[in-house]
């Protein structure tokens, strides 16, 4: 699992990476492209990272932080991404298509403009996200929690939304056609 160790510099409160003692800030010619290039990312700690247009199409993401970090256009296509941290993340036209993504915690996250379609998207905290102009049709959301999220021009079209948690959140043209949305909580 991800450590929480803190970067060296005393003052600053962003976690270290998991190949040295300091953030991306304070260190940001740290090479990541070894990590990165493995088809499994374990207990990989890469917080406040910015990433844009990498391919994680296929990988396992297991135990890692990435919390408030920045994805632009990345693929994430059949991904599977356990027990992982993307908390206060911003992801922009990201692709998670064919993923399985189980115990993961997105809360207060924004996700614009990003595709979930037919992916397995189970156990999952999105507590106060923010979703805007995505799809996650033909997804099973089982006992996934939406709690106070802010959903947006959204499809969850056929989809399985069993015991799926969607209390107090602020809904503009979210559609659930086909799905069983009378099985949420």
């Known amino acids: 699992m991800y450590s929480f160790t803190r970067c060296k510099v005393s003052s600053c409160p962003r976690y270290a990476t998991h190949i040295s003692e300091y953030c991306l800030a304070h260190d940001p010619r740290q090479d990541l492209a ?17 990433c844009t247009e990498e391919d994680f199409s296929g990988k396992r ?3 890692s932080l990435f919390s408030y970090s920045t994805f632009h256009g990345v693929s994430f296509v059949k991904t599977t991404i356990l027990n992982s941290n993307f908390s206060f993340c911003l992801f922009e036209e990201c692709v998670f298509d064919e993923s399985t993504i189980r115990y993961v915690i997105f809360s207060g996250s924004t996700f614009t403009q990003c595709m979930f379609m037919n992916s397995s998207i189970t156990h999952t905290n999105f507590n106060g996200s923010v979703m805007r102009d995505c799809d996650a049709s033909g997804s099973d959301l089982y006992y996934s929690s939406f709690a106070h999220a802010h959903i947006h021009n959204t499809k969850m079209e056929d989809c399985n939304v069993r015991k799926a948690d969607f209390r107090h959140t602020l809904q503009d043209n979210l559609s659930f056609r086909w799905s069983n949305y009378r099985e949420v909580l």
């Open 61 to 63: 993401i297991l135990g």
């Open 34 to 50: 070894p990590t990165l290039s493995f088809p499994v990312l374990d207990s990989t700690s890469l917080s406040n990272w910015n």
